[in-house]
């Protein structure tokens, strides 16, 4: 009676220990198999962030091709992401001095106004973007037509811009507004903005009208912007050198 407990609470304490002994000395192998099998979905994160950028490359040069100006000499850049430098005021492009990059350079995609490089050094520059407090520019207003897959030689040509207003794009720092719109113009949310600044050269698509902001007793009103580009997912530019 006393015999048969003591001779099962040993057998099971054998059991224990067997399955403790083969779990201590496979815990290297598991080990193992899970930091292969980390480094693998490490590998396979850098294969599809590569494609991305590629995919992102080849839609640069695509619409740089398809709706840019072919008559200008241009400087293919990296944006640099992660710097610190504010997105929505500022990016960081990697080419600089040696590269042929000067202060007062036009940054483009395409058809699309990016920004106006502001400082630079030998290796990369600063590119002042719309939201930036201190950018301001002349714009137009070109009502019902969305100019997103116009060429700039469309652009130009005057034609798509006879039903315009002038006006002037505002930096507040975050956003972009466009002021002076005459109050009875019947510009409306969807319209395109064209930058037409002499500083700029040409005329280049800033984005389009999103909001207007009518007071009736004012003779002015004024627009919130979606612009164009989004710089959050913007990796390559074009940096004008020469016109």
Known sequence: YIYNPIAFAGSKVGTDLRAYVFL????????????????????????????????????????QLALGNGDSEYILAEVVHGTGVS????????????DGVSEGDVVV?????????????????????????????QVLVVKNIDLGDSSLDEISSGELLRESVNAVSVGTGSTVRVENIPVDSG????????????????YLLLGWVDEVN????????????????????????????SQ
Do not use: C, H, M
Request: hydrophobic share 40%.
């Open 24 to 63: 201590f000395k496979n815990i290297a192998q598991f080990r193992q198999d899970y930091d292969a099998l980390r480094a693998r979905v490490l590998e396979l994160e850098l294969e599809q962030s590569e494609v991305a950028l590629v995919q992102d490359e080849n839609e640069v040069l695509r619409k």
């Open 87 to 98: 997105d929505r005021t500022a990016l960081l492009a990697g080419e600089g001095e040696q």
């Open 109 to 137: 995609v395409g058809n699309s106004f990016v920004g106006i490089v502001d400082s630079v050094d030998l290796k990369g520059s600063t590119v002042r973007l719309p939201a930036n407090s201190a950018s301001r520019y």
């Open 187 to 202: 510009v409306k949310s969807g319209d395109s903005i064209v930058i037409s600044d002499e500083r700029v050269g040409e």
């Open 214 to 241: 009518k007071d009736l007793a004012a003779a002015t009103s004024s627009a919130t912007v979606r612009l164009a580009e989004d710089y959050d997912v913007l990796y390559k530019v074009f940096i004008r050198i």
